[in-house]
């Protein structure tokens, strides 16, 4: 690609929403242009990026024997209300109607419409396992559109479904799309996790998570410093440390005007959160029980997932308000607590092992303390309800956790009959019986891998590609190309000798400063230049420049295209 025939539209300019690196590096090295919230056009240097890495995925989908599709991207409400989404998506779901009246929705993912093409398709166990993949646009009405492409409403998916006979051929079909993960994240060149994950809403029971790990990461990847362990934070098992120790206090009423949070608490009573019972009232899900107390110890942080997965609790998890709390207490949330409250009550593993505690009394401006499980309340009905935090102990035995920050990338589900049975998904078995499918599902966020790149591999100039993803592998940059047929003349064959051994390579013949060239490929981020100057080419040669290269090489001119190569293979 010549330059002067390309559209280039790096800037200086800088939206002030753009809060991350790659959100920043994107629009001022023009890949991405705001529509709208969380809506963005993919300029042509931006659009290169999105089709290598889809292509990769191609290729990997198609090695593990997925084939493409393609599904409309409207879908009728109907299919929806069959799998009981409808009601369930909640307000990210861009709900629509046409002009009949008919409801529809953009989809945020396929599930069902692919459950309907297989139930229609697929009629027996011989035509399986199969697996059908598309990349494609998905809208999603975030709550809160940031980071450009990381978190956008519009951004493209590749969304891949495995439909089998049984949970043996679902757990290979699985395999086998994590093995395909692996190699496109391996390939594309990204640090990247596999961590075991909550499957959350979208049901089924096994899940794994890919991050690209960054300190801009939205999500928390809890690993193991003993073991392979590693989870996301919603999943990440909390072992707690140690024993209780024997009650050495009595049962007192502590005043405390004022106090409504746990720091409020540990400066009126003087001791550690480690001392101080946090008690949370969540909404229930019976009408029998429709408030349920949570306590985790004073410096430990409430698992919304966890506490959302215990079946007692309401989904999505939500917290009881003023009225609730009266119903059950005559205080204000800040003052709540265990010792006499007649709602169901369950305790972390970790604050079930506190003794001589301080916590609210379930009456305003006073707590409690000294209190001991066993002796001033029943022994608590434990469960894992908190964040693990650095240093608690690896749930697999050896080792301890860390936390590091994470870009999630991509999420494969085994979904299990989930949306086959909602929608009557059978096929005959080889006794001629009818079998629910049994099937999974397979996401890359394709438009994020691009952020997510960007935020692993960049310096202050800007953008550093990994070169399997980069817009351009290579540019010649000739410097005053205007005032020398020679250069002019070298840089063109330099560039159709590259042009010619396949490589994708830029040649820079805008009317430019050198200083502006070099500036503008760097915050692009190309891998690799070769600059041309009369004054090289009086020595017979050319100068090279990796991205990451603090200093400019010089080589022999007839080796440009055979140094290039020897550097892309390694
Ligand atoms: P997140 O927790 O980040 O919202 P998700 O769990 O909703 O992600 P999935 O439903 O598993 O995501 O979608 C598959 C992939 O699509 C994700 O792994 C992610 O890479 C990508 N993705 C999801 N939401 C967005 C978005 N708003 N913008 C860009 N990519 C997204
Ligand atoms: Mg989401």
Not at 234 to 243: L, W
Not at 457 to 467: A, L, Q, R, T
Request: proline share 5%; charged share 25%.
């Amino acid at each position: 690609m010549r330059a002067s025939e390309f559209f280039i539209g790096t800037t200086k300019e800088m939206p002030n929403d753009a809060e991350i690196i790659s959100h920043q590096l994107m629009m001022r090295a023009g890949f991405i242009r705001r529509l709208g919230s969380g809506l963005y056009t993919w300029m042509p240097v931006g659009l290169r990026v999105v089709r290598k890495i889809e292509a990769i995925v191609r290729e990997e989908m198609a090695a593990a024997g997925a084939l493409e599709l393609l599904m409309p991207a409207v879908q009728p409400a109907e299919l929806w209300q069959e799998s009981g989404r409808w009601d369930k998506y909640g307000p990210e779901l861009l709900r629509i109607s046409d002009r009949h009246d008919r409801d529809f929705c953009v989809g945020p993912t396929h599930e069902e419409v692919i459950t309907d093409i297989v139930r229609r398709e697929i009629r027996s166990y011989k035509q399986l396992p199969v697996n059908f993949y598309q990349i494609q646009t998905k809208f999603r009405d975030e709550i809160r559109p940031r980071f450009g492409a990381m978190r956008a409403r519009e951004f493209i998916m590749k969304d891949a479904y495995s439909f089998d006979i049984d949970e043996a051929g679902l757990q290979k079909s699985f395999d086998r799309m994590h093995a395909a993960y692996v190699r496109i994240f391996d390939r594309i060149g990204l640090d990247y996790r596999a961590v075991d994950a909550d499957s959350g809403s979208i049901g089924g029971a096994t899940s794994t998570e890919f991050h690209v790990l960054a300190d801009s990461g939205e999500d928390a990847v809890v690993y193991s410093t003993g073991s392979d362990y590693a989870a996301n934070m919603e999943k990440a098992a909390a072992i707690p440390t140690g024993e209780r120790a024997a009650a050495t206090r009595s049962m007192t009423r502590v005043e405390t005007p004022g106090v409504h949070t746990i720091d409020d608490l540990t400066n009126a009573v003087g001791q550690a959160a480690t001392q101080c019972l946090k008690t949370l009232l969540v909404k229930g899900a019976s009408e029998q029980a429709p408030v349920i107390a949570l306590c985790v110890r004073g410096d430990h942080e409430l698992n919304d997932i966890k506490a959302e997965n215990l079946p007692e609790v309401a989904e999505p998890l939500s917290f009881a308000d003023a009225t609730a709390i009266r119903s059950v207490a005559a205080c204000d949330a800040g003052s709540i607590g265990p010792v006499g409250l007649s709602i169901p009550l369950f305790v972390d593993a970790s604050a079930a092992l506190m003794a001589d505690f301080v916590c609210g009394a379930n009456e305003n401006n006073v707590h409690l303390g000294g209190v001991n499980w066993g002796r001033d309340l029943p022994e608590p009905e434990v469960r894992d309800l908190r964040n693990v935090v650095e240093g608690d102990p690896d749930p697999t035995g050896s080792g301890t956790l860390k936390i590091v920050r994470g870009i999630e990338v991509g999420h494969i589900f085994q979904l299990g009959t989930t949306y086959s049975e909602a929608l009557n998904a059978n096929v005959t078995d080889e006794g001629g019986r009818p079998q629910t499918l049994l099937m999974g599902c397979y996401g890359i966020g394709v438009t994020r891998v691009a952020a997510a790149a960007i935020e692993q591999n960049h310096d202050d100039k800007g953008i550093i590609w990994p070169e399997a993803i980069a817009p351009f592998e290579v540019v010649i940059s000739p410097i005053h190309a205007a005032k020398s047929d020679l250069v002019r003349e070298a840089a063109e064959n330099l560039y159709l000798e590259m042009k010619h051994a396949g490589i994708d390579v830029l040649l820079d013949d805008r009317p430019l400063r050198p200083g502006q060239m070099f500036a503008d490929m760097e915050l692009i981020g190309i891998p690799h230049r070769f600059v041309v100057s009369d004054k090289l080419l009086a020595a017979d040669q050319f100068e090279y420049k990796g991205r990451r290269d603090a200093d400019a090489t010089l080589i022999p001119r007839g080796d440009a295209l055979e140094q290039l190569l020897k550097l892309r293979a390694s």
